[in-house]
């Protein structure tokens, strides 16, 4: 019989992300996945073991789940970087810093390509890029679309580089 | 006599060894670490546009400047910018993704937010959310 990988005395009842789990995490699994917020996709794993057969969603505590942008990258382009606490319960990055420390930072920007990461000068939000479209005129700034998990419109949503995020941050390979 | 001082030498490395093996020592209940300034002091701050940021900035100027009664009231727009939907512990918990992640306690949280290592780690995300604002 498969053990509880955080309860080794304790029978598995359920196998998550290939993980044992016994029925006392199972049943908190699913409590905190019901605690993350709507705007977090996906949802399954934004999730963490506290102690105590005590799991919460992650940042938050009570139902107060935190962020998602740089979580959402990571499931889209499958972004492993980090140590365990910097990751979700399946295992993808979910920190600004540590997503885009793991590319390296594209200095032209003529050179953007869709699935490369954007992320905002302070290094506090993220997204990837969907589309980009020649410049307009001749040596003109093409017109770059990004996908992000967005908390301010509740959805995963596509807005423009140049105007709602106002041409600013850095692109990443 | 050389048999016992066998014996006391032995005693004594045993002593050596378990000391050295013993844990890491941890904060003991009497004794913990401030747990605004654990929460904050390496939490990475996710936050969209300058509307969300500018909530941050308020709430953190809040924890510097209110009373534990005061902040207990401080109500903060949530990410839509719905008006006074979150408390101070709710705007934290929703922005700063604490490193490690671990919970915050709103009991000991008006206790100790105004010590001065959480008046630290306060004033540091400020500066930092600042410096995004500019």
Redesign the interface.
Known sequence: MAKCALHPGRDSAAVIFGTNYCKACEDGIDAARALVDKHVVPKECFIWYKSNDNWQPIGGTGGRPGTGCAHWVAHQLGVHAGSKDDKCLQGFTYRVKVLVGSRSKIADISKVKPKDIWASPTLDHTGLVLRVEPPPKPGGQPKIIIRHDSSRQGRVADNEFATFFKGAGSFYH | MRSSRAIVLLTISARCACRSAAPPAVSSPSNPENSVAAFLKNA??????D???REIQRGLRDMLEKSPAELRQARYQD???HENAWSIT?LL?????????M???DQRFFQEFREQAARAAIQQQLD?VD??LR
Do not use: I, M, W
Not at chain 2, 44 to 49: L, V, Y
Not at chain 2, 93 to 101: A, E, G, I, R, S
């Open positions: 990475e701050r996710q936050s969209e546009d509307g969300q940021r990410y839509q910018g709710e918990k929703h922005y700063f993704v604490p490193d490690p992640l919970t915050l306690d930092a410096r995004a």
